[in-house]
Structures are given as C-alpha cells and as structure tokens.
C-alpha cells in the first residue's frame, strides 16, 4: 500500500530536512484561469515538494483582494467545491506530490466533517488547511482527520498568546502554520519581522513542522522564511500571474518561471 495523507507530508517535510532546507508549498486556487486549465497549472510548478489547493470560497476571510478575485472568477466559470475537490485528486496523481486542501469552516460543516475528510482522502489528498478554525472548536476536524490518514494543520500568529500556543501543541497537528504576517493574505515589500519571533516561540512548544505564509512572495522573502522554518508557502505572488497572463499557457509559463526562483532560493537558505 502507499502512504497515507499524513504519511505523505511526514516524508516531505523529512526529505526537505535531510538536505538542509525547507519545503516550498506553492498555493493556487482550484479553478483559475479557468476550470479546464487549472491542473496544467499546477504540473507547470515543477520545482515544488507540495502544493496547496484553494476551494473557491464566496467569503474568504483571510484571503486579501488578488486572492478573492481568483475565488469569484472560479466560482463564475462554474468550479464549485465538488469540482475543486475532483481537481485535488488529479493533482495528486499527475504530480505525485502531497496536496493539502485549503478552505474555510462553513464549507466543511455543511458537506459534513466526517465526509468532507473521508471524500479528500479518498481523492487523493494529503492535507487539510481550515483557515478560520480556532483551535478551541479544532477537536472534531482533527479526530476526523485522524480517521482518514490526513495530516491537518493549525494555525498561530503573532498575536498566539503562551497559553494557546501550548494546547496547539498539545493537538499535535501535522503541521503548524505560522502566519508570518498579521492581515490577510497578499504580496508584501519584506519579509515581517515578528515571523522570526513567532518562529522561536513555535519551536520551543512543540517539535512538528513548522510552515511559515501569508506575505511571502518574492525569493529573498522565501529564502529568509526558509531559514526559520520546515515550509514555505507562497500564494498571492503566483496567483496574480495566473489572473494577468493573456491565456492559460503565458500563465503556465509564467508560474514555473516564479516557482523555479522561489524554489531555488529555499534551497539556498543555508548557502
């Protein structure tokens, strides 16, 4: 048999440490530039270990306007979570990389918790990324999680005080996703500096991986969050060149271009 969700993102975050480096996890709305295009994109980013694929949502909280903007054109060229979901799998397969599906709490509620992981799981996918789920209300997804082999993450910020911080831990999810910047997402000028703070506090809490996004989009920012963390994702950055190329291949063309650099420069964190 071959590995499990959970198995899967334990063997990449093990290979990226065994070369001294982090994973670099590439996020991408399921759907853009548009659903018959959206897996090429995805087999365009090459030089990444994993990726991160976004349920279209109608109110995405943390997602800043370039990403909202590629939620509704998904949703309007008729991707719906079904569909998303059938676009995890074939990423899965035609990549034979770990996937991590990313969405919010009231998708998952009203698909059913149980079923919404035993169906992702079936699929194909590695991961579970819930945007907006405390760890106080987190019991039911991880125990669900637990039963389908997938690994979920859980989230801190800045602003985690001790206290919440340690029964994060104690949750111990697959891994951690430190928001490395406060707001929502979206391309900044730098790498924030609280992200080395928040590094430090996560990695005297607990030993699982520690994943570092939300405002990382340039190679130097990648590389200077590689150096603090097991991962990196990257988001807004790679979405924007999908929405603003002219047709889905410049868009192709253009996301493995960004992804060779970003991957280039977690590699070269120790260098």
């Known amino acids: 048999m071959g590995e499990t969700g959970a198995e899967q993102l334990a063997s990449m975050f093990g290979a990226a440490g065994d070369e001294g480096r982090a994973a670099l996890l590439p996020y991408l709305t399921a759907g853009i530039p548009d659903p018959a295009s959206s897996l090429s994109m995805f087999q365009a980013m090459e030089a990444a270990d994993g990726f991160e694929v976004g349920i279209p949502y ?109 029964r994060i831990a104690a949750a111990q999810p697959a891994f951690v996703y430190g928001v ?22 996560v990695r005297a809490a607990t ?7 939300v405002g990382i989009s340039t190679p130097d920012q990648a590389s200077a969050a590689a150096a603090l963390a097991d991962g990196v994702i990257v988001g807004s950055t790679l979405v924007r060149r999908v929405l603003e190329a002219s047709n ?10 960004a992804v060779d650099e970003l991957a280039e420069a977690v590699r070269a964190r120790n260098g």
């Open 58 to 166: 109608a109110d995405p909280l943390m997602d800043g306007p370039v990403i909202a903007t590629a939620g509704r054109r998904a949703i309007a060229a008729g991707m719906t979570i079904g569909s998303a979901l059938e676009l995890v799998g074939q990423v899965a397969v035609a990549t034979a990389k770990p996937v991590m599906v990313m969405t919010y709490v009231n998708p998952v509620l009203q698909y059913g918790i149980d079923r919404f992981l035993e169906t992702i799981a079936a699929g194909g996918a590695a991961g579970l990324i819930l945007a907006d789920l405390p760890v106080e209300e987190a019991e039911p997804y991880l125990a669900a999680a637990r039963n389908s082999s997938i690994g979920m993450a859980l989230f801190v910020a800045p602003t985690t005080t001790d206290e919440r911080l340690a």
């Open 180 to 201: 490395a910047r406060l707001g929502v997402t979206g391309e900044q000028s730098e790498l924030a500096p609280a992200a080395t703070e928040l590094a430090k506090r």
């Open 207 to 213: 030993d699982v991986p520690l994943v570092l996004g």
């Open 248 to 257: 889905a291949e410049r868009g192709a063309a253009a996301l493995g271009s």
